[in-house]
């Protein structure tokens, strides 16, 4: 009986509109960011003596002194300063008084004055995108800023100005030292690119790296989209005028919510998961065509983990809110989380913490990802038991609601006595 | 000899339902008050105007609704034990509707799944209650292009496919054509041949039709309860029809129960119930339920009566 109420869940799902705007956005977004990523050139084997070996994070500490006062300048630049209180973007704008103090301890980190360096750079950029005529791609390539530090700038100086910064512009900015320590990003040596590469071939197996990116774009995308899944999935009965008679059937509440949910979770997971494998295939090809060995089961993996307690959560989510409601509160209510919880990433890799969105927008870097793999863990499962919760507490509301024939907070139905 | 005896109480028990001062309110309003009912196998009418508490009634019965006093038991099982209660209850609400996009087979087959039906059965079934509410051959149509008549079909199919003991219908002719409601009512007492179905109207023609047994509800209390019969006797010789001219119709309608009003050009030809020969020139004819429930519910008081109707 289980079994094929499930599939007759899964048919009416088939069936709503709602689940193929889901279907469409899914697919076009997908495709759009992941056809951006470059990622050819990073299966061949890094040689001596290359011109450049891309960029990438760094612990040596006059490359994270470099990114902090790169990233103080640009803010103090705009006067614009991002913090995440509670995990939500606010921008921070600071007074006269408050810039000169952090101009002046930049002065000291540089030895230059602040305007003068401000006209340097405006130089600079507006030679760039003359060089560049538009070009965004050449634009793009282009170094950041030009913010030379002190030659005998210590790190425990560097320290005592983020610090400062830090207590100016708030708590949650990017001055924080468990920030700023990870977001250094310096040029890569030939040492570094080839270990990036070995990692590349022998730990992520190609395929694993991608599946990361994927997910990082997939998981934005399913922390919204499931929701208005979930929202017309539960208002159905309701709409069609059909909940008083389907309260009268001898199915249990257990039953009928839990076939109901997990008929939306896997007709929510099923074309993520065939996404990604149709998206791994290139790489799995090209892996294969360079003598890498890739693996082929990254798509699974990578979907289950990451991905798959997202559509859980926010599915749970919107079934408990609508079921308590009768409306479609959940569809604001899990917007402004799931916003939020993308909005208050301070850096788009890694990080994890315990947000709904978790990110990794980067090709590789699985020694990092490795060191944060536990608290990953620890956040997925976490969301899988709060689905879990959820869906219990929908099955005790729609219980009650069939018993007492009123709403979770008690307004009575209409009575057509 | 004692044993027989409790056998056959057990039995009678089993197919009863069974209301003892049965409460239900609201906040402050009481929409049933200590109601008293025993319905047995067959039809059951249940009548009253809107808002008499029939749909709550019924609700209760249907564990839609929990009740604030008294008991009830459906074929000997209390009403609190909902899960029983539905497996062997089969519920045609008011306003009986499914997913608008779902065909009348696929409709009906996930019913059937919800009432735990079997595969195997549901193959079988589906297509004989399809059948037997004459839909097989528009098996395919979707629940959205049905008419009214069909729909209430297919709502008495999806309440008797799981054969329950008992079938609670609610107001199920409203909005149907004379002919639907003629055929609908044929249905329902197929139906009731091994079963009971509780009936719940006001449309006093469908009663009259279809059930033996009947209570009137008003205000939330049972005001009669017995055979129709027993009804058509409380206005037996109390039913006239005479010839007037319409400028006395207001008249009469200020001092007698007028329950049918034919115009003739500058006369009507009226129905009238009076405890005695209310003008010269009226005769006595028979009385039908209308006149019956007109008349109990004008004597009992308890709501305004509409007097006369009015037939073109």
């Known amino acids: 009986m289980i079994g094929a109420l499930f599939l007759k869940e899964c048919r009416k799902i088939a069936k709503s509109l709602v689940y193929y705007v889901y279907l469409v956005a899914f697919v076009l977004f997908i495709t759009g960011q992941m056809s951006d990523v470059e990622w050819v050139d990073q299966l061949s084997e890094p040689q001596p003596g290359q011109e450049s070996y891309g960029y990438g994070y760094s612990n040596d500490e006059r490359m994270i002194m470099q990114s902090g006062m790169e990233t103080l300048f640009q803010e103090l630049l705009s006067n614009r300063f991002a913090t995440y209180p509670f995990g939500f973007y606010k921008e921070v704008t600071l007074n006269e008084e408050e810039q000169e103090v952090l101009k002046r301890a930049m002065q000291q980190c540089t030895g230059m004055e602040f305007e003068q360096m401000a006209e340097e750079n405006t130089a600079y950029w507006m030679e760039i995108w003359m060089e560049a005529e538009g070009s965004a791609a050449e634009f793009s390539e282009a170094e950041m800023w030009h913010v030379p530090l002190r030659e005998d700038l210590t790190y425990e100086e560097f320290e005592q100005v983020m610090e400062k910064a830090c207590e100016i512009v708030g708590s949650r900015s990017y001055y924080e030292k468990s920030s700023y320590e990870k977001r250094g990003i310096a040029a890569l040596t030939y040492e570094d690119a080839l270990e990036h590469y070995r990692e590349l071939c022998e730990d992520d197996k190609v395929s694993g790296a991608q599946m990361r990116l994927f997910c990082d774009y997939a998981c934005i995308f399913l922390a919204v989209l499931p929701i208005f899944v979930g929202v017309s999935a539960c208002l159905k009965d309701k709409r069609a005028k059909a909940a008083e008679l389907i309260r009268s059937r001898s199915v249990s509440g257990a039953a009928l919510i839990g076939c109901r949910y997990l008929a939306n979770v896997v007709m929510c997971f099923v074309p993520v998961l065939l996404c990604a494998l149709l998206m791994q295939m290139p790489y799995v090809y090209a892996a294969g065509q360079a003598g890498i060995e890739a693996d082929a089961l990254a798509f699974v993996k990578y979907s289950c983990l990451w991905l798959l307690p997202v559509i859980m959560v926010v599915l749970g989510a919107a079934f408990l809110l609508t079921e308590a409601t009768e409306t479609i509160l959940a569809i604001p209510v899990l917007l402004a989380w799931a916003f939020g919880s993308v909005l208050s990433a301070a850096t788009l890799t890694g990080n994890f913490g315990w947000k709904l969105v978790t990110r990794w927008n980067t090709f590789g870097s699985y020694g990092r990802y490795a060191e944060e793999l536990g608290q990953l863990y620890r956040n997925k499962g976490m969301y899988m038991a709060l689905a879990v919760i959820l869906v219990l507490l929908t099955v005790a509301v729609y219980e009650k609601k069939r018993r007492k024939g009123e709403m979770l907070y008690g307004k009575l139905r209409k009575n057509n006595s | ?312």
């Open chain 2, 1 to 312: 000899m004692l044993f027989k005896e409790k056998e056959r109480e057990i039995h009678v028990m089993e197919t009863q339902i069974q209301i003892k001062g049965l409460c239900k309110n609201f906040g402050k309003k009481q929409a049933l008050k200590s109601v008293d009912l025993t319905i047995g196998q067959g039809m059951f009418g249940l009548l009253g105007p809107n808002g008499a508490g029939k749909t709550t009634l019924m609700r209760v019965l249907a564990t839609l609704l929990p009740k604030s006093a008294g008991e009830v038991r459906v074929c000997g099982v209390p009403v609190e034990q909902a899960a029983e209660i539905r497996k062997m209850t089969g519920y045609l609400p008011q306003d009986f509707s499914m997913y608008g996009n779902m065909s009348a087979y696929e409709a009906l087959d996930y019913l059937a799944v919800l009432s735990g039906i079997p595969k195997a059965e549901r193959r079988k079934k589906v297509p004989e209650m399809l059948e037997k509410v004459n839909l097989l051959d528009q098996k395919n149509i979707r629940v959205k292009a049905m008419s009214g008549g069909m729909k209430r079909r297919l709502g008495i199919a999806q309440a008797i496919i799981h054969d329950p003991r008992v079938i609670i219908v609610d107001e199920p002719t409203a909005g149907l054509d004379p002919e639907e409601r003629v055929r609908f009512r044929n249905l329902l007492c197929e139906i009731a041949r091994e079963r009971i179905v509780l009936l719940s109207t006001h449309i006093v023609g469908d009663i009259e039709a279809t059930c033996e047994e009947i209570a009137v509800l008003n205000q939330g209390e049972v005001v009669f309860r017995g055979t129709v019969e027993s009804l058509l006797k409380l206005v037996e010789s109390k039913v006239y029809s005479a010839e007037v001219s319409a400028r006395e119709l207001d008249g009469l309608k200020e001092r007698f129960i007028v329950t049918g009003i034919l115009n003739k050009g500058s006369t009507a030809t009226v129905r009238i119930i009076a405890e005695s020969m209310p003008l010269a020139e009226a005769k006595s004819c028979s009385a039908d339920v209308e006149d019956a429930y007109m008349f109990l519910m004008h004597s009992i008081s308890a709501m305004p009566v509409q007097k006369g109707g009015e037939q073109a």
